[in-house]
């Protein structure tokens, strides 16, 4: 039982770690990495639904051009005018009535509370989608030394930081944006990436409840 324990929150982080890389700009790494066939394979371990979008993920990336790609990702995230679905967590909760500074320093206090840094070297903003689902990877990773370290109390405490983090952040304010990619992608690959996020993100908060 430990042992299957381990084997899915391993599998759980790989899939958050590779999530994350899908909202970076897309590059000929994705296929030469084989980034799909290792969430394929991760997915499986987790649940039959996860690892179907996982392939549907899969197929929509390999029948898109690269430049298709490049320009959809710009058009969806970048701008510099238009943006259709702005990937940082202060801009949706600024429309729920939170003010950003607040939704960001949330987040940043729930990293600190992690032992998560954002690396210096990242030149985005802290509430970037692909740092929340990085900080989730990081979550499941530890998950999983615990569970093979039979580690209880860190175990308890990581189930903690994940709920805190997807019902209090990624829970709050990716339903408007995934509604958003889907409406605005040109490319099939955004609309199945919003979708298999969508679906990683219910299972994730189903984990150890």
Known sequence: MANQ???????????????????????????????????????????????????????????????????????????????????????????????????????????????????????DLPDHIAVELEFLYTAFFRTAAAIRDADQPAIKELIDLRQRLIDLHLGRWCPDFFAAVRTGAQCRFYRELAEMTAQFIAVARREGV
């Not at 290792?38 to 390999?62: G, N, P, Y």
């Open 5 to 123: 324990a381990f084997e899915r929150a391993a599998a759980l982080a790989d899939v958050s770690r590779l999530l994350a890389a899908c909202y970076y700009e897309p590059g000929p790494e994705f296929a030469e990495e084989r980034l799909f066939d290792a969430m394929i394979d991760a997915a499986q371990r987790i649940d039959a639904v996860l690892a179907e979008k996982a392939s549907l993920l899969k197929t929509a990336f390999e029948a898109d051009s690269q430049q298709d790609l490049l320009v959809d990702y710009a058009h969806l995230f970048l701008g510099p005018v238009g943006l259709l679905a702005l990937p940082y967590e202060s801009a949706w909760l600024e429309k729920q009535g939170v003010p950003s500074s607040e939704a960001t320093q949330a987040l940043l206090n729930l990293f600190a509370d992690g032992g998560f840094e954002v690396d210096p070297d990242f030149r």
